[in-house]
């Protein structure tokens, strides 16, 4: 049976290899002054930097750069909303890692208002924003948040009284999504890990989302079959364009379902953990998907057979595992070992490298929202979830 839905637009999307070479004239369609943020320096060493700025100098293309140094805060947004402010900047691209493309996506978005943009976000502020915003284009260089393809953008403050929340709009999806899996291929061992493990816990997270419908969990499981294919080969053979490619796909399919269907306990972990300690986003998903997964996949076992989130377990395990003649019950539990296998393969990092202690597993678990889990569980076990992981 197809069920009720409604979808959020997705953006025009320009994917492949080499795809790069098409901004200019994607540029030229908003206007001819341009504001490019980046990564702190990373994009900016690369040879595509270079072919880049070169050809917005070809095609009579003002532009400024400027760069992201970290995951964005309201002060970063709000500084260069400030600098940029009368400069008459017609058009947006951002051009790095998930962080990047948030910070892009939020100056967009706060430029036309030149207000303070805590005061629009979810959660922390009390204004609803119009939605107006700069024509803004993305253009990833890791294959991780899909924030190429989302309607939001995440901005943290780290602290006792810290947050990660979304500055959100339907407006706010990029109106271009330029994917060049090139792009991601100087991304490191460890970061292509992370942001991989992050595409993954996204695609698995809307598949079994309370708000998922039957596109969704399409889109979901074409993105999951990628991760299979493609994620340890682009982590242990960086240069591979096929596995770069199935990455950079991924990641950005995985932006679409989470707009459309939503997260899970995971990315409810991920908030809390945001607001409180300079973890890197990947890391904290990456880190917990097994454990979460396999208390997960024990609850509804508990709970019987019958549950919709149980049958898709199985049907998952046996995608993942490529195993015949396993019970129900084994199938189920091979989501949480392939997992699990896989954070052990690609050296995932756990959460006593980055310092968390006992104090702090406490606030964070009686701090994170279950989000669209399809299971609730108490703030002990979800502490006991996190010490499973120091």
């Not at 939605?131 to 284009?137: C, T």
């Not at 997270?205 to 419908?213: G, T």
């Not at 499981?221 to 299979?228: A, F």
């Not at 678990?365 to 502490?383: G, S």
Request: glycine share 10%; charged share 20%.
């Amino acid at each position: 049976m197809v069920n009720d839905f409604s979808l959020f637009p997705v953006p025009k999307i320009i994917f492949g290899n080499g795809k790069r070479s098409e901004l200019s004239a994607v540029v030229k369609t908003f206007g001819n002054n341009l504001l490019i943020l980046t990564g702190k320096d990373s994009f900016m060493k690369t040879r595509y930097a270079e072919e880049l700025l070169d050809d917005l100098h070809r095609n009579h293309i003002t532009f400024k750069t400027d760069h992201i140094d970290h995951e964005p805060s309201p002060e970063i947004v709000d500084g260069l909303v400030n600098k940029y402010s009368g400069s008459s900047i017609q058009v947006i691209v951002a051009v790095g890692g998930g962080s990047t493309i948030d910070a892009g996506k939020a100056v967009s978005a706060m430029l036309p208002l030149g207000e303070p943009v805590k005061e629009y976000l979810e959660g922390v502020g009390t204004k609803i924003h119009p939605g107006i915003k700069l024509p803004f284009i993305a253009m990833p260089t890791t294959a991780g948040t899909g924030s190429e393809t989302t309607n939001n953008a995440v901005l943290s403050e780290i602290g006792t009284d810290g947050f990660k929340r979304s500055l959100r709009h339907a407006h706010f999806i990029p109106d271009v999504a330029l994917v060049d899996p090139e792009l991601t291929i100087s991304c490191s061992q460890k970061q292509t890990a992370i942001s991989g493990m992050d595409a993954f816990t996204q695609l698995l997270e809307s598949f079994f989302s309370a708000r998922n419908n039957n596109l969704t969990d399409a889109i979901a499981l074409e993105g999951i079959i990628h991760v299979k294919k493609a994620l340890k080969t682009a982590v242990f053979n960086g240069n591979d364009p096929e596995a770069r490619a199935g990455m950079s796909y991924a990641a950005m399919l995985s932006g679409i379902t989470l707009t459309n269907a939503g997260l899970g306990l995971v990315h409810g972990f991920a908030s809390s953990i945001g607001g409180l300690k300079t973890i890197p986003h990947g890391v904290v998903c990456g880190t917990l998907m097994g454990v979460v997964n396999r208390y997960t996949v024990e609850r509804l076992l508990k709970a019987g057979s019958g549950s919709t989130a149980l049958q898709k377990y199985i049907r998952l395990g046996k995608l993942l595992s490529e195993a015949d003649g396993r019970s129900d019950v084994d199938y189920a539990f091979l989501v949480a070992n392939y997992i699990e296998s896989l954070v052990e393969e690609l050296k995932i990092p756990v959460f006593s490298d980055y310092g968390l202690k006992e104090p702090e597993i406490i606030k964070i678990a009686q701090t994170t929202d279950h989000k669209n889990h399809p299971v609730m569980f108490t703030w002990q076990e979800l502490a006991e979830m996190i010490r499973k992981r120091l």
